[in-house]
């Protein structure tokens, strides 16, 4: 699975992302000058293996330059942050399904059921508002119900390979 990252400057980022993301994915950092004007429809999702786990990658992000972000969460046990150029990512809570460093790649979709079997790979889970593949190797891959309009621009997507 390959995550590509618009940024305005790809080797800030890189070095941001480099500091989280593992070897399970491959992250790319490609240049654009079109500013981050709205909440991303892909983001990842960093695993923790306890509560001090998660304060710890949390505080170590903060230190690195991300900020606490509010995207309509509530009251929720993750904790969701900015990267240094603004992209939404979470830290969640110990969740023993999730074992490497990024636990999952999250999709907004208007219908997450049938954009998780479009992947080709068989559906692991889903409920009304998510459906989850799961890739081998690598994170798995997340869609969730969203009625947001479709962005503008998608700043970070998502390329899987075909199971086939």
Known sequence: MEITF??????????????????????TF???????IEKNRVHLDLASSS????????????????????VGQGDVPWVVLRDPQGNEF???????????????????????????RATGHPVVRG????ASVRPEPGPWLEFVLTDDPE????????RWADPA
């Open 51 to 70: 509560l001090d786990h998660q304060a710890d990658i949390v505080a170590r992000a903060v230190k690195l330059g991300a900020e606490h972000a509010d």
């Open 127 to 130: 409920g009304d508002v998510f």
């Open 90 to 116: 979470c830290v969640l809570e110990p969740r023993p399904e999730y074992t490497g460093a990024v636990a999952a790649v999250v999709v907004d979709s208007r219908d997450p059921l049938a954009s998780a």
């Open 30 to 36: 490609v240049w654009s000058d079109v500013p981050k």
């Open 151 to 158: 962005p503008i621009t998608n700043r970070v997507r998502v």
């Open 6 to 27: 618009e940024a305005a400057d790809p080797p800030a980022l890189a070095a941001f992302w480099s500091e989280f993301a593992g070897d399970e994915i491959e992250l």
